[in-house]
């Protein structure tokens, strides 16, 4: 298990990839050795009393410290420390002025490139983020933000034509720029969509 944890793998990988050792075993392993590498992330731990009172001590000093900051010492990701700053905000133990603002990296062409061919390959959310150095949450809004945005696309690329006369109507839908049609009239009703 230890050679495990110092080929980098996370604590839920190697819990995943060795029969019959639990979660917590892994954990209590990393704890009682104090591995101090990013193989002890601490994403898969509850916060203790401990950490949340260093959170608002550091949160609370001035000059106020980067979530990101914040995020490296607690071996937690930024989401989760922003997450739980609000948390503390909610139960009383931080000001509401205390409320923090996450910094929004957007995303780069080139990244959204390797987001897809990435998936394309079979990885899974989880290898991406890592891959990506982005967080699983913001990996997985954007693929689906681009996948939403590709399907919405589609739609766009088609002409619609309606013939009606007579009592009877149809409707054709066509590939926009991929037919050339002349509809000769007839008295019937043709409508052609943009």
Same mark, same amino acid.
């Given at each position: 298990?230890?050679?495990?944890?110092?080929q980098?793998?996370?604590? *839920?990988?190697?819990s995943?990839?060795?029969?019959?050792?639990?979660?917590?075993?892994?954990?209590?392993?990393?704890?009682?050795?104090?591995?101090?590498?990013?193989?002890?992330?601490?994403?898969?731990?509850?916060?203790?009393?401990?950490?949340?009172?260093?959170?608002? +001590?550091?949160?609370? $000093?001035?000059?106020?410290?980067?979530?990101?900051?914040?995020?490296a010492?607690?071996?937690? $990701?930024?989401?989760?420390?922003?997450?739980?700053?609000?948390?503390?905000?909610?139960?009383? +133990?931080?000001p509401?002025?205390?409320?923090?603002?996450?910094?929004?990296?957007?995303?780069?062409?080139?990244?959204?490139?390797?987001?897809?061919?990435?998936?394309? +390959?079979?990885?899974?959310?989880?290898?991406?983020?890592?891959?990506l150095?982005?967080?699983?949450?913001?990996?997985?809004? *954007?693929f689906?933000?681009?996948?939403?945005?590709?399907?919405?696309?589609?739609?766009?690329?088609?002409?619609?034509?309606?013939?009606?006369?007579s009592?009877?109507s149809?409707?054709?839908?066509?590939?926009?720029?991929?037919?050339?049609?002349?509809?000769?009239?007839?008295?019937?009703?043709?409508?052609? $969509?943009?």
């Amino acid at each position: 298990m230890l050679e495990l944890l110092n080929q980098g793998l996370s604590v *839920k990988k190697i819990s995943d990839q060795i029969d019959g050792v639990t979660l917590n075993e892994v954990r209590s392993l990393v704890e009682k050795y104090s591995l101090e590498s990013s193989l002890a992330d601490r994403s898969h731990y509850k916060w203790t009393d401990d950490e949340n009172e260093q959170l608002i +001590q550091k949160w609370t $000093s001035e000059p106020r410290p980067l979530i990101e900051d914040l995020a490296a010492h607690h071996k937690r $990701s930024v989401g989760a420390v922003s997450t739980r700053i609000r948390l503390l905000i909610k139960l009383g +133990q931080l000001p509401p002025s205390a409320k923090p603002h996450t910094k929004y990296v957007k995303w780069r062409a080139e990244e959204i490139d390797q987001l897809l061919n990435l998936v394309e +390959q079979g990885k899974d959310f989880e290898d991406i983020a890592s891959i990506l150095n982005k967080s699983e949450a913001s990996v997985k809004a *954007k693929f689906k933000k681009v996948s939403k945005k590709s399907t919405n696309k589609s739609t766009d690329d088609v002409i619609e034509i309606t013939i009606s006369g007579s009592g009877l109507s149809t409707t054709i839908k066509i590939p926009r720029g991929k037919v050339n049609i002349s509809i000769p009239s007839y008295g019937w009703e043709t409508t052609v $969509s943009k």
